[in-house]
């Protein structure tokens, strides 16, 4: 399995040794070709604030980047490891400024057939927040989040000694490696199904039949009401059927 690692870090350090080590656990369990990139080494800037992704498409993007680059190597993968330091409570900037660009993945969920997970290292405190702002970003992209380790590690130069972390890692990696080679995505949760219900709703509506969106899923056959998620799932009838009501709910409460 490819295995795609997205470094917001600035340096070898906690992150890259943590994402190391749970890569090492998973190849103990199979063939495992990782591939780490740093955020840091490649040409990314910021988000504009103009919308041109979402209204034009992301090819009419006015940053010309090596953003397209990134996604191609997501897209190759079978799985993601979003690696990111503990920045002020939250991911850092590299690691933002890509879930910034990539938010017309949020409305064009793209990655549904992968697995992801998050990792994030602190030298005391943030670890929650920081994988919340990552978790939100990756389910919204379409994800299947597999897990995420935090851990809490003492500033080092060089390699950390991860010895006591050493069960977590392991338990990190049988999750995530067994999430791909099961192919978890094909049994999303309630909640995925219910958003997908909600996405599948919105953007049916013919008032917005011109726009980038709504072709999107009518074209790609996501807006056939039978269709419960963009991949065939393995789901029972009962929770699909939940997941529909629970999607008119959310509809109704945010619209
Ligand atoms: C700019 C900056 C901000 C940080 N903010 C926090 C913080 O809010 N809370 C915390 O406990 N550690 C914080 N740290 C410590 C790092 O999160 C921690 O050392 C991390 O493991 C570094 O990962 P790295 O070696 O991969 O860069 C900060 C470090 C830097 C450089």
Known sequence: MNILILLGARKRGNTHYTSLAIIQEMQK?????????????YDLKFCLGCRTCFDKGELACPQKDDLSLIVEKIKKADGVIFASPVYVSDVSGE????ID???YVTHRPAFFAKCSFIVT????AGNKHARDTLGAATFAWGFHHAGSLGLKIPTVKGPPDLTKDQKRIKKAATKFFTAIEKQHFRSPSLLSLAVFKVQQRANS???HKETLDYRYWVNNGYSNPDQSFFVDVESSWMKRILASVLGRVILKIYS
């Open 121 to 124: 290292t602190t030298y005391s």
């Open 205 to 207: 509506d013919p008032l």
């Open 29 to 41: 369990l199979g063939q495992v070709s990782p591939e780490f990139l740093f955020l840091r080494d």
């Open 101 to 103: 660009r990539l938010a």
């Open 95 to 98: 690691m933002k400024t890509l």
